[in-house]
């Protein structure tokens, strides 16, 4: 059974730090990413790992920031968020599928996301 199931959001204030988590079950894709959606806001692509060679690519917004990895033995992605602000307030998704690219509408499989808000 493919599963996506994210964690680690939660409110913090601006300047701090969270961790997201998503662990992937049932999938043998090359690609897992993490998409983020703000209230009035189109989805917007975070970052992007290629788990074959671990190659990366993020959002202009977010680079010097946040970092993703994955790791193989527990077929788990992270999103390593620091200097949060408010801007970074939304729900995040984590992501998987065959082309790793910041477009939502390449990525075969989503899962149902994590809320982080960061207050002023």
């Known amino acids: 059974q493919r599963q996506l199931v994210e964690s680690g959001g939660r409110s913090v204030q601006a300047g701090g730090s969270l961790r997201l988590s998503c662990a992937a079950s049932g999938y043998t894709t090359d690609c897992m990413g993490w998409f983020r959606q703000a209230p009035g806001k189109e989805r917007e692509g975070v970052a992007v790992?290629?788990?074959?060679?671990?190659?990366?690519n993020y959002a202009d917004s977010v680079k010097g920031r946040f970092t993703i990895s994955h790791d193989n033995a527990k077929n788990t992605l992270y999103l390593q968020m620091n200097s949060l602000t408010p801007e970074d307030t939304g729900m995040y998704s984590c992501?998987?599928?065959?082309?790793?690219?910041?477009?939502?509408?390449?990525?075969?499989?989503w899962g149902q996301g994590t809320q982080v808000t960061v207050s002023s």
């Open positions: 992501v998987a599928g065959y082309f790793c690219e910041l477009v939502a509408k390449v990525w075969a499989y």
């Open positions: 790992i290629n788990i074959q060679d671990s190659s990366t």
